[in-house]
């Protein structure tokens, strides 16, 4: 029994850290309509950053590190948006072409962090080491951390959105976009900001799994499919679907790797993801896919 606490407890931290990533790619596809393809190679670019500030150059305490990462990381999904997406929105057909840059992106993301950091696996380690016991059950001081930040972060965003001037404008361009242009609302630095928060989210999430996972140039795939089945499974451009999706197909995959071992996890995700879209083709709450 202690065991099974222990890997619903595994499940649940893994989720919120899902979470993060998945909320990221959630948060533009609900404003813009677009699927970031180079979500998981910002993931990616998260880890190689906090690598080059608290390993390989300035020696940071990571928690430092993030600190420093998490501009470089906004001021990343700025130039995104500005540089290659803005200039795509004038042209017939632009959600498609944008979605092929996205993919040409993550290509160029991933062979450049090749040039620079090499081919090979690099780590970071932990902020917080020893574990703590209650009860009988044993958790890393980590993966405490972890699940507090990442749920930290989730309730600011999810506070933004719903209480600010901003996270306003944010959800009525992903209701109307025109209706909201005509409004007032400036749409074009709504995407400039869903950018910016879309890859602050994944990047730090890359981080907070560095020292759990390795670092490799081609190591966001994995991450990006992961949330890409969280955002549908939870509803297209719901961010509450992405959260509870998240810790869904977190505490489903503990318990796979435990009783079948990893391989079995990501097939067990999408024999979930098609089971559940038999029932709801939408998702679990797809309220911005009207």
Not at 181 to 199: D, K, M, P, Y
């Amino acid at each position: 029994m202690t065991q099974m606490i222990e890997i619903l407890l595994s499940g649940i931290t893994q989720g919120a850290v899902y979470c993060l990533i998945a909320i990221g790619l959630s948060l533009v596809y609900g404003a813009s309509r677009i699927l970031n393809f180079a979500h998981g190679s910002l993931y990616t670019l998260g880890g190689y950053i906090a690598w080059f500030l608290v390993v390989g150059y300035l020696d940071l305490p990571l928690w430092l590190g993030i600190l420093v990462a998490i501009p470089v990381l906004a001021a990343s999904g700025l130039v995104i948006e500005r540089v290659i997406i803005r200039p795509l929105r004038s042209s017939p057909n632009w959600k498609v072409n944008t979605i092929m840059v996205t993919l040409g992106l993550a290509f160029i993301i991933e062979n450049g962090l090749q040039l620079v950091f090499g081919p090979g696996t690099k780590t970071i380690p932990a902020f917080a080491e020893g574990v703590v016991t209650l009860g009988g059950i044993t958790l890393s001081w980590y993966k405490i951390w972890i699940f507090a930040i990442s749920l930290s972060l989730v309730g600011a965003l999810e506070f933004f959105l719903t209480h600010t001037r901003y996270g306003q404008a944010v959800r009525a361009v992903s209701q109307d976009m025109q209706g909201a242009s005509q409004v007032g609302i400036n749409v074009n630095q709504v995407f400039a900001l869903t950018f910016a928060l879309s890859v602050v989210l994944t990047g730090i999430a890359g981080i907070l799994l560095a020292p759990v996972f390795l670092i490799s140039p081609l190591g966001g795939w994995g991450p990006f499919l992961k949330a890409f089945v969280i955002v549908v499974l939870g509803g297209l451009g719901s961010t509450k679907g992405a959260f509870v999706a998240a810790f869904i197909l977190g505490v489903l995959e503990a318990y796979i790797i435990f009783f079948l071992g990893s391989n079995w996890a990501m097939p067990a995700w999408l024999v979930m993801l098609i089971v559940v879209l038999m029932i709801r083709p939408k998702g679990l709450f797809g309220v911005w896919e009207s």
